[in-house]
């Protein structure tokens, strides 16, 4: 367990944190020969397996021109310098969809994995389960869905990204506000999360976790 959102979570609220505001140190590739057809990424020369880039990942195209010039979900990694990617879907589930075709674009692959892992461990620690608590009995292989911690996860993952952007209040009050909307609606969603442990799998729920067990506290 290293997460319970992804950056494609992410981007189903805040695309442009993937245009320009992906922090220093963590973008995993860019380069400016990316091919498009359809939903086939190509980058030669690239190699998206040692990036360890995987889906659940976003990329940022752009061909200048603003004729592709977007963030779109990784589906798969096809080989070292190909993927397939997709417009924003409904569901994880759905085929790809076309982002249509383009040659020598710009792109950016950046990830916000690390507050995501931030993320959970404070969520973890709070459900007083592994790996937060490893005194714990319980841990996240326990619990029956870790559906609704998802949402949960990336509003804490949006607050942690806007408090980092914020840096002066005369210039920065956009992700001042961002940031205390983001903390307002991951306390709303603690306080509605639901949470069961069935630890032998058996059906008999040993725990059921909800509202104000997640208290989230401001950093």
Known sequence: MNAFSSDVDLLRYEPTVFKGATFTGQ?????????????VFLASGENFLSRQIRPGHV?????????????YEIVSVDASAQLTISALRPDSSAQPISVGTAANLLYRIGTFDAQAADAAEILTQMLAIRPG????P???ADLVDVGPLRPLSTLMVLQRIYSGLYQNKETDGVYLAKRDQYECLARQAACRCVI?????ADGIYEKTL?????RLIRE
């Open 133 to 136: 608590r490893p005194d714990s």
């Open 27 to 39: 973008t995993l590739c860019r380069g400016h020969n990316g091919q498009v057809s359809g939903t």
């Open 138 to 140: 319980y841990s996240v």
């Open 59 to 71: 990329i940022y195209l752009s061909d200048g021109a603003g004729n592709i010039d977007g963030v």
């Open 196 to 200: 069961q442990i069935d630890a032998g």
């Open 210 to 214: 909800a509202g104000d067990v997640i």
